[in-house]
Every structure is written in C-alpha cells, then in structure tokens.
C-alpha cells in the first residue's frame, strides 16, 4: 500500500471521529515500514508490523509516552491501514504469532486506480465533515 494513501485515510477518519489527525497517520503508517523489512537484506521479517499485536504494541508506547487519547488516534490510524492491507493480496498475519490469512484480493497494493478511489474518498469525507461546521 502506498504510504500516502494510507496518511490519507488514517487522516480522513481521525477527522472524521474527530480524534488527533496527526497521530492518526502516524499509526497509519507504521506498517508501511513493513515494506522496508521486507527488503533490507538478511533479516528474515513474518509480517509482524501488519498485526494487530503490533498496533496495540505502538499504541502503548504512544500511551505511556503522551496520553489516552493520542494512544486511540495511533490504534484507529493504524488499524485503518490493516483494514486497506485486508483489500489486497498482501499476507496478513493479523493476530501474529499465529497464522494470518490472506487478504481478499479485490486490488493490488500499488494499483493506481485503487489508491486514487481511496485518496478521492478520504478528501471527500474531509470535505464533507468541514461543511458541517
């Protein structure tokens, strides 16, 4: 998945429950560095970021460092990736250590008409949620 299109979404949706934006899409992109693992050489890498042991693991961190409320915002942004990933073909071992399941297959990771709905549907609900107020 492309890292903007997940800022994009975590963003759109920490907006729209109006949570802490900037948190929100650092836990959206917390499992894009999955991608860096992946391809950084001997490092044998399973899929751990692309778990929700992982968003609940960055979640506490952010919790214990900041607050309770900028903890939820890096969940939310981060369990809004995994649910962009589940769309995919990537292999998500959503409850690691134990087995994953493969994502639905509707789109490629790095579709560009895929990417493009997703960062089209996240502005208009920003749009949609600043005309409210």
Known sequence: MIGLTQAFFAYSIANLLEMNERFAVFGGLIP??????????PLQYEGILLSLSSAVFFSAIVYFAADKEKSKSTFTGY???LLLESLTF???????????F???????????LFNFGVVS???ALMIGDSLKT
Do not use: A, E
């Open 90 to 100: 990537s292999y998500l071992p959503i409850f690691y250590p134990f087995k994953g």
């Open 79 to 81: 369990s809004c990736s």
């Open 121 to 123: 549907v996240s502005i």
């Open 32 to 41: 894009g560095l999955s991608m860096i693992l992946i391809y950084s050489g």
């Open 102 to 112: 493969q994502g639905l297959g509707l789109f490629s990771s790095f579709d560009p």
